[in-house]
């Protein structure tokens, strides 16, 4: 999928040949990153550095669910679900789909720093996360 800042509506989602395929009105939020779950029907993207989720209800709108506390600048989805998000700096945190942190690594790990602007680039074979 491909996705386009659609200025005053949110994103538009197009195939990989540019065929528009949805709207997502976002009431104007635009995102820095993005995850599409089509599965559950969510958006996770990072606005203002936050993840916030929208979700879309039964009619077919978009709402925000929930917007975390933590300043993160990329992020990932994992096989099962959960979210991992970068920091600035030196942590990695993870969500679940709820918005709820259930963990997080970089420093509390014994590694001393990051690289400051680590971006999330994507998970590989065997759930391995890719950092670039």
Known sequence: ML?????GVGLEVRDING???????????????IEFDQNTSRLFGINASKLTCFEQNASGGWSEQWRST?????MAQGPSGKL???????????????GTMSNEFGWVDGINSLVI??????????DILLLW
Not at 3 to 7: D, E, I, L, P, S
Not at 70 to 74: E, L, N, P, R, W
Not at 84 to 97: D, L, P, R, S, T
């Open 3 to 7: 996705y386009k800042t659609a200025t």
């Open 19 to 33: 065929t528009l395929l949805q709207t997502i009105n976002t009431g104007g939020i635009t995102f820095t990153d």
């Open 70 to 74: 933590q300043s993160v600048s990329t």
């Open 84 to 98: 991992f998000c970068a920091n600035n700096g030196n942590k990695i945190y993870v969500f679940e789909q709820n």
């Open 117 to 126: 602007m680590q971006m999330l680039v994507g998970f590989l074979p065997m």
